[in-house]
């Protein structure tokens, strides 16, 4: 069998962001990136379908500047077999033209299932996976929380309000993914080390059209910070009260 | 709940920017030391120490162990990470590739060890122990010995102890009583009582490589009888399964004020089945090469809890609410300004910040060093390198342990009356942080090594090995005027230091209570001078970036330089202090009658 991954590489999350002098980005100083968190789930999942199909390749995609080698490297690490680079200088905000150099590449891929997160976590468009799915012509379906193949039928898990549905659909397909899958691996040392050896191929990437792009960025108001009222059943009491009076929130 | 980041900037910084450890890959048998790959190992390393071990920090010291019926267990959770921790590989690091290591750099062991120590150090103590008796095997044992149970410990299925400490001799090791016999077919049995042992019985591992010192029927007085035996907990079998269980038995664990994850046991030697490890009465020499590497980690304990009480600390600072700034609100819009911004709080914080990043760049400049001194092709070059860890082990060990438990502190009162309760977790590091400067050898005992033995070696040749780059340091850096005002005060600490080591030299040979009473004065001056080269070359790798146009990363450099001002300017005259009191010598400490105390 062959998985493709498509991974995203974004922002740390765990930090004050600030607006550029543009008005239409993030200041990038002093950011650190790491793998979209849904793109984890994603490339676990994609692992451990193959382990249980006995063999086959997994091969990560990421579009971007140079840097994202160093998130595809990461996934190799996981134990994906081979990267593929779409180098551009700057990832777009248009989905769609993201999607159009995603599905040339992977468009006579052979590729049996191809896997996304559910959406980035810096962009929350939740829209790059069903696109390529349109594109290529392949039946969709989004954030699986669990996902099983067998003789090249798919069977997802997706969770509703308070509910939750099995669907099942015929490979090649496009399924994104979220969390309920097991938690992403951490890379071993072998895997690492071995991460270094792996092949990464470097291809322009084929940008649709931007039509889409942001026009201003504000950060939300200023929040008071959280107050810590003690610990055990005990403060419940007085956690009601103070959700009732200061809060007002109850 | 505290948490955690490895300072992986920092780190890189040292690293690639201070050090240029791109030139351990020129080594033989480091070629895959790149540093992208010492990058990626370390931000691997990082997340698996903040994500998987430093969650069980805080809930394994309120845990701690349990002892019943001689089994112990480690705290919730500690086995699943240790299982973790191997299908990871991480024992593997640095181990032989020939016994399934991963043959990286010895460096990398130090900056993992930080990071581990820093996320867990009650956790990071049971692997810890393990390498350390890798190594010890691995230096001194037999073919057969390694073939048997080097695999073992580098996969982490089988832990280790070292195991020198009696209830009546714990210093002074040349007193201890645990006797072995042999017993006719090349093992030994082995008889008496161990005590404070770390890691001394878990379930952890399913077996665990004791390293047992004891003396041989026949053996001399002192510290010339000592004998290193390995004594596993299960005989292995010729499968390299366990097998039958040993005459070792864990009498009881302590109940004690930090590290309350790790196992401190009392071990009951019974008859046990041992074998020798390294040369009859020479195993004071094999035990060394154990502590030595010990006494480098423990340095690093220091460091990573200093590391791990700064973040929290400086999060606390940013966040609480309390007074005015003296110079006019800060915060007008809130009900008062953050404490970070009172000259002492920020000065507390200032002050271990450049100790931690300080520290950090002596330990890996050493670690460095040790990869020098076994791998570097000119045997020159190898002597030099071993020469500087042997002077610095002492004083890694002790430097590193004091102003680390002190920067837990200073971190702990920055959080004023929550810092001394429990939900912050700062009270833990202290405490943790407290056995630093006891074990492995008390601080005491390190400057006396340092002062006693490896001043005097060579005529003073160890020395010398560090004198000589501080001199060409200061010399070359005194070309540039812009430097001037971290030049000048290091070049006077090191007068200091020169002058401090003649009149100790000197005094000493007359009378060794002017040693012994300097000792621990002296070993900081050392640490603080040894901080300040370290702070030159940091502001110096610094400032090349920054003038190189450093652009998305200039404010880490510019705070570099900004910390290495504070740290010449605020730190280092201590070294005056320190230097007038080893001038006044011991006759104050000395003339005092005993019974006048
Ligand atoms: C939590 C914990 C874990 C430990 N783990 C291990 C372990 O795994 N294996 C092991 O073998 N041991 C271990 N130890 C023992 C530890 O190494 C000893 O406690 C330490 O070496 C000091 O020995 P002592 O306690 O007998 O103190 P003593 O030797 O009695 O020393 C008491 C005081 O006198 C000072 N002193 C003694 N002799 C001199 C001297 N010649 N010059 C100057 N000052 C001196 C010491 O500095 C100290 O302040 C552990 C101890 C603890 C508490």
């Known amino acids: 069998m062959k998985i493709a991954v498509c991974i995203k590489r974004v922002p740390d999350m765990d930090v004050r962001f600030k607006i550029a002098a543009s008005g239409t980005a993030v200041d990038e100083a002093g950011l650190k990136y790491d793998m979209s968190d849904f793109d984890g789930y994603a490339a676990e999942a994609a692992l451990q379908v193959n382990e249980k199909g006995g063999g086959g390749e997994v091969t990560a995609l990421c579009l971007g500047p140079d840097a994202v080698q160093e998130t595809l490297r990461k996934a190799l690490s996981m134990g994906i077999d081979k990267a593929v680079h779409l180098k551009c200088d700057a990832v777009p905000f248009d989905g769609w033209a993201i999607a159009q150099a995603l599905a040339a590449q992977l468009g006579g891929g052979g590729y049996d299932l191809i896997l996304f997160g559910r959406m980035s ?76 050896k792996k092949p990464l191929e470097v291809k322009p990437a084929q940008l649709g059209a931007v039509t889409v792009t942001v026009t201003t960025m504000e950060l939300p108001p200023e929040r008071n910070a959280g107050r810590i009222i003690g610990e055990g059943p005990d403060m419940v009491p007085e956690l009601v009260r103070l959700l009732q009076t200061e809060a007002k929130v109850l | 709940m505290p948490t955690y980041k490895a300072p992986l900037d920092d780190m890189r910084f040292v690293l690639h920017d201070v050090l240029d450890v791109a030139q351990l890959s020129a080594l033989p048998g480091y070629e895959e030391a ?50 973790q921790y191997c299908a990871g590989g991480w024992p593997a690091l640095t181990a032989d590739p020939k016994y399934g290591g991963q043959g990286m750099p010895h460096l990398m062991r130090s900056v993992v060890e930080e990071m581990m120590c820093a996320s867990n150090l009650s956790f990071a103590m049971y692997p810890g122990l393990a390498h350390g008796a890798y190594h010890a095997m691995h230096t001194h044992g037999t073919e057969e010995l390694k073939d048997k149970l080097l695999p073992k410990l580098v996969s982490g299925q089988w832990g280790g102890t070292m195991c020198l ?137 220091g460091l990573g809890l200093g590391e791990v009480a700064y973040q929290n600390a400086v999060a606390y600072a940013r966040e609480r609410l309390q007074g005015r700034s003296l110079t006019g609100a800060k915060n007008p819009g809130g009900p008062a300004d953050p404490i970070i911004e009172h000259p002492a709080v920020r000065q507390g914080l200032l002050r271990v910040k450049a100790l931690n990043e300080g520290n950090r760049a002596f330990a ?84 006396m090594d340092l002062v006693g033995r490896k001043l005097p070696e060579g005529m003073g040749r160890l020395l010398r090995r560090f004198f000589h780059p501080v001199s060409a340091e200061v010399e070359a850096s005194r070309a540039d005027p812009a430097l001037a005002e971290f030049v000048e005060p290091l070049a006077k600490a090191f007068e200091r230091l020169q002058q401090a080591t003649q009149g100790v030299a000197m005094r000493s040979m007359a009378n060794p209570d002017e040693a012994g009473a300097a000792a621990e004065d002296y070993l900081h001056l050392l640490g603080y001078v040894t901080l300040g080269y370290m702070w030159l070359r940091m502001v110096k790798a610094a400032r090349a970036r920054l003038a190189a146009g450093a652009d998305d990363r200039a404010a880490f450099y510019e705070a570099k330089v900004a910390t290495g001002r504070f740290y010449f300017a605020k730190v280092l005259p201590q070294v005056h202090a320190l230097a007038a009191r080893i001038a006044a010598g011991a006759t104050t400490v000395m003339s005092v009658p005993v019974d006048a105390f």
């Open chain 2, 34 to 83: 790149t540093p992208d790959l010492i990058d990626a190992i370390l931000e691997e390393a990082g997340r698996f120490c903040a994500e998987v071990l430093q969650p069980l920090n805080q809930p394994g010291d309120a845990a701690g162990c349990t002892y019943e019926q001689g089994e112990v267990k480690a705290p919730p959770g500690f086995k699943e990470a240790y299982q």
């Open chain 1, 121 to 196: 976590i810096d962009s929350s468009n939740q829209s790059v996976g069903p696109m390529v799915a349109e594109l290529l012509g392949l039946p969709c379906v989004t954030a699986a929380s669990r996902l099983d193949v067998s003789g090249g039928t798919g069977k997802a898990q997706r969770e509703l309000e308070g509910a939750s549905e099995t669907v099942e659909f015929p490979l090649p397909a496009v399924v994104s993914i979220d969390e309920g899958v097991a938690r992403p691996r951490y890379p071993s040392l072998k895997g690492i080390m071995a991460a270094k």
């Open chain 2, 364 to 447: 890996y400049w050493i670690g460095m060093h040790i990869d020098l001194e076994h791998r570097h092709p000119d045997p020159a070059r190898r002597a030099e390198s071993a020469d500087l860890v042997a002077l610095m082990t002492p004083v890694i060990k002790a430097f590193l342990t004091d102003t680390g438990f002190e920067s837990t502190n200073i971190a702990l009162q920055t959080f004023g009356g929550h810092g001394y309760v429990r939900e912050y977790g700062m009270e833990q590091f202290v405490r943790d942080a407290r056995i630093a400067p006891i074990y492995e050898g008390t601080n005491a005992v390190q400057a």
């Open chain 2, 165 to 301: 400490t009696e209830p009546h001799a714990g210093t002074d090791l040349g007193i201890i009583t645990t006797k072995a016999v042999p017993a006719g077919d090349g093992a030994y049995r082995l008889t008496g009582t161990k005590i404070f042992i770390s890691a001394g019985e878990h379930d952890l591992t399913e077996n665990i490589i004791h390293l047992v010192l004891a003396k041989l029927p026949d053996a001399p007085g002192g510290t010339r009888g000592i004998s290193m035996f390995m004594v596993p907990k299960f005989l292995p079998t010729d499968e390299g399964r366990p097998g039958t269980r040993n005459g070792v038995t864990c009498g009881s664990i302590e109940h004690k004020m930090g590290i309350k994850g790790n196992a401190t046991c009392v071990l009951n030697f019974d008859n046990a089945t041992g074998w020798m490890v390294g040369d009859a009465n020479k195993g004071m020499r094999a035990m060394f090469t154990m502590m030595n590497g010990a006494r480098l980690g423990v340095g690093l304990q």
